[in-house]
């Protein structure tokens, strides 16, 4: 396959990237936070730019890919680490972008986890997914300084719920009863069903101490 047709493959681009570091114990240790400007794109398209606020001036004067994924991979550093993400869509972007624009990865860590399968089961739905929004609203996790669907912003999100369910901290808040009227679902009360909660909470802290290598 040419470069040229990958091009095309390449619908959009990454136009920012945030990420949040934490230890074994689920400890916060640093954030990380760079736009992006687009190689092959003209800027910021309108969707994107109405989602994440985020403008083509924004982006104008930013580091291409290939810098700051170079960046990444230094404050990653050289030690044991796992990309955690809520989706697989973030792989699989910087899989395919990377590749489209021939940035080398062999320094970014090889093992990724998606967390998002774990957290329906926590909240009771009978659903393969939820969105990351829904299960901060559901937990408790509100980031005064963040904006939806900031890079940094999701990263932030996504840390605070594994660092609560390693240190089995996780629990709903009242947030989950809008969350269950917007998704259409009966409120959990009896108390049968409070136990079962605690059971899935426990069997996700374990298994997420088990894929994090924490066990």
């Given amino acids: 396959m040419s470069t040229e047709h990958r091009v095309d493959e390449l619908k959009n681009e990454i136009i920012e990237m945030g990420a949040v570091k934490l230890d074994a114990q689920g400890e916060y240790c640093g954030e990380f936070s760079h736009l992006v400007a687009p190689q092959y794109a003209d800027g910021v398209n309108w969707f994107v730019k109405d989602l994440t606020c985020i403008t083509s001036y924004d982006v104008y004067n930013a580091d291409e890919l290939s810098v700051v994924v170079f ?12 990309m955690i993400t809520w989706s697989r869509t973030d792989k699989r972007q910087l899989t395919k972008e990377c590749l489209v624009k021939r940035i080398p990865t062999n320094r970014l860590p090889k093992d990724w986890l998606d967390i998002q399968p774990l957290f329906p089961p926590l909240m009771g739905l009978d659903r393969e997914a939820v969105s990351l929004g829904d299960a901060a609203d559901w937990f408790g996790y509100h980031d005064p300084n963040g904006h939806d669907h900031h890079a940094l912003s999701d990263a932030r999100a996504t840390a605070s719920l594994l660092s609560k369910l390693i240190n089995g901290t996780l629990a709903e808040q009242p947030g989950a009863a809008e969350v269950r009227k917007r998704l259409g679902v009966e409120s959990v009360a009896d108390k049968r069903a409070a136990t079962a909660n605690q059971l899935r909470f426990l069997s996700a802290k374990l298994k997420a101490q088990e894929v994090l290598g924490l066990g």
């Fill in 71 to 82: 960046q990444l991979a230094e404050w990653i550093g050289n030690l044991p680490a796992r």
